[in-house]
């Protein structure tokens, strides 16, 4: 059987630009040990079942399919989260999203935040992580990510209480300070829907309409319903819907619309602030 050094050396066989990384990951997925384990156990050999277990993988990323999915497991503001076909990837750029509410709301306040369309729970719960005094709710429409997203919470130790919903349907009477979300954005006829691990991925975390702006026009014309005077609504979008998704704020009743840029420097998130009385965000 192979070495540990051998078979770090079969990226070679992956048409994939994070293709070292990808076996490294696959590699300590299988021996089940971190990552520094490559590098003071080179000479290690695997046992003919890692080997073969070792293959599958391979073949499966050569495919296209996501690591993540391969693993059962992707990596958010530093938090292990289980991750499945039942729901999106978390991507780096969703943080963006985290560290603009830590940085503009109060810490010490006992916020209620809704994270709609919650998924994995990744937003939900690197928030309950970072201020414990928030109230963190986190809805999906899918129940399988209900449940993903729950369990992801108990293992974590994190306070989020996660519910199966239609956008705003299972909080009805309630209202929330902030209310954030990473919708599905992607217009139905986008090609990239077909490139390299998109097609995985639910369609039903991904793609919005002609224009992938439908459930963004949903969110903000009933978040005013759920939201205390002077809420944050805050969205991510895509990269060439900046404008767009800040007129739709603009017409719903939001009031000191902004946008940031993500890593990339590309315009990825938008907020709105509800006209109130109480104003949350700095």
């Not at 990552?35 to 000479?43: F, G, K, Q, S, V």
């Not at 293959?55 to 503001?77: C, H, K, M, N, T």
């Not at 937003?123 to 309950?128: K, R």
Request: net charge negative; hydrophobic share 45%; charged share 25%.
């Amino acid at each position: 059987m192979a070495t540990v050094a051998e078979c770090r050396q079969r990226h070679r066989e992956l048409a994939s630009p994070s293709a070292a990384l990808d076996v490294d990951l696959l590699l300590c997925h299988v021996l089940q040990q971190p990552r520094y384990y490559l590098y003071a156990h080179d000479d290690a050999r695997l046992t003919e079942e890692q080997q073969q277990q070792l293959d599958v993988l391979l073949a499966r990323r050569q495919s296209g399919e996501p690591v993540a999915y391969l693993i059962g497991e992707a990596e958010f503001w530093s938090l292990k989260l289980a991750v499945s076909p039942a729901t999106l990837i978390p991507r780096p750029d969703t943080e963006l999203l985290v560290e603009w509410l830590l940085e503009t709301l109060p810490a010490d306040a006992a916020l209620k935040v809704l994270d709609l369309g919650t998924g994995t729970g990744a937003i939900a719960l690197a928030l309950a992580c970072e201020r414990p005094t928030w109230q963190l709710t986190g809805v999906d429409s899918q129940r399988a990510a209900v449940e993903l997203a729950a369990s992801n919470a108990q293992r974590l130790a994190l306070d989020v209480e996660f519910l199966h919903s239609d956008w705003f349907a299972a909080v009805s009477g309630r209202r929330f300070d902030v209310v954030v979300s990473n919708p599905p954005y992607i217009a139905e006829d986008d090609e990239h829907l077909t490139g390299p691990g998109v097609k995985y991925e639910p369609s039903s975390a991904l793609v919005a309409g002609a224009d992938g702006l439908d459930d963004i026009r949903r969110i903000v014309a009933a978040a005013p319903a759920f939201m205390s005077p002077g809420g944050v609504l805050l969205l991510e979008h895509g990269y060439r819907q900046a404008e767009a998704v800040a007129a739709i704020l603009g017409g719903g009743g939001f009031v000191d619309v902004k946008t940031r840029r993500d890593y990339g420097a590309n315009p990825r998130a938008t907020r709105g602030r509800l006209i109130g009385e109480v104003d949350h965000a700095r």
